[in-house]
């Protein structure tokens, strides 16, 4: 199973998504399983690494950001079993750049409708944190972490793991 988590430039969010899923993943015995990428809808900051205010957040729960920014192309709908997208406007740019190649739309999915909490309060997007204040980044982990745990718990349903 691959999995390929997807933002706007690929420096907060999918980064942390992909660092969150790798240590939940490992934490249940499943990282042999399951592998976990991260790429950006846009080419801003390709070859930068994650947002150094993701990077903080994220060590101060023990979960380590990794690599460098990439950005999502056709390729990786052959490459990846999932597309999971941070918010509905990556979702709409995963969707265009699929095109009519039905199975490869069917690879998309929305992080926070996993969530059922996130799907029973009407807010299904992953905030982007990089233009607000340090306290986004706290809740970007706290969405994505109830996010990536409606995932395994998705892929377990389907007996994907």
């Known amino acids: 199973m691959r999995i390929l988590m997807v933002c706007l430039g690929n ?19 499943l990282a ?34 990794r690599g460098a920014a990439q ?20 979702r709409r740019d995963l969707l265009a750049l699929a095109g009519d190649d039905a ?3 069917d690879r998309v999915v929305l992080l926070r409708e996993l969530d059922p909490a996130a799907v029973a309060a009407g807010d299904t997007d992953v905030p982007d944190p990089y233009y607000g204040g340090p306290d986004g980044f706290d809740v970007v982990l706290d969405v994505v972490e109830a996010g990536c745990v409606g995932l395994l718990a998705e892929l377990r349903a389907r007996g994907l793991v």
């Open 103 to 105: 199975a490869a739309r």
């Open 71 to 90: 950005q999502v192309t056709r390729r990786d709908f052959a490459d990846h079993d999932l597309l999971v997208a941070m918010d509905a406007s990556n």
């Open 11 to 29: 420096i907060c969010r999918s980064p942390t998504a992909e660092a969150v899923m790798v240590a939940l993943l490992e934490r249940e015995g």
């Open 32 to 65: 042999d399983r399951v592998e976990v990428a991260s790429a950006g809808t846009g080419d801003w900051h390709v070859g930068d690494p994650p947002d150094a205010r993701s990077t903080a957040a994220a060590a101060r729960r023990g979960v380590h950001l």
